[in-house]
């Protein structure tokens, strides 16, 4: 079992910066990869980014490229995204997840998922 709350939301003006924190919990969590989603009011859930345990791999959303960072310390059972040169498209409820298997780039196959956090950009 793997338990996971999200911090870091907030409200930001267009082109500033932001860092979102996942903390994991459970004895599971060795071995998982890590992805970041977002959904927006009216919209269905879309892939942000994601790692792989070992922070080797690393995967994002074309939307993203070039702004956000995801990584991880292990030690501490944390993820984080990096969001630079935010955009009012960008708001939206963040969500992180965890996957028992390989990196993935959609919702299915994730077990486990946090609460969310919000984070709104005003232009």
């Known amino acids: 079992q793997v338990q996971l709350v999200e911090s870091g939301g907030g409200l930001v003006q267009a082109g500033g910066s932001l860092r979102l924190s996942c903390a994991a919990s459970?004895?599971?969590?060795?071995?998982?990869?890590m992805g970041w989603f977002r959904q927006a009011p009216g919209k269905e859930r879309e892939f942000v980014a994601a790692i792989s345990w070992s922070g080797g791999n690393t995967n994002y959303a074309d939307s993203v490229k070039g702004r956000f960072t995801i990584s991880r310390d292990n030690a501490k059972n944390t993820v984080y995204l990096q969001m630079n040169i935010l955009k009012p498209e960008d708001t939206a409820v963040y969500y992180c997840?965890?996957?028992?298997?390989?990196?993935?780039?959609?919702?299915?196959?994730?077990?486990?998922w946090g609460q969310g956090t919000q984070v709104t950009v005003s232009s």
């Open positions: 459970g004895r599971t969590f060795s071995g998982y990869a």
């Open positions: 997840a965890a996957d028992p298997g390989p990196i993935r780039v959609t919702t299915k196959g994730y077990d486990y």
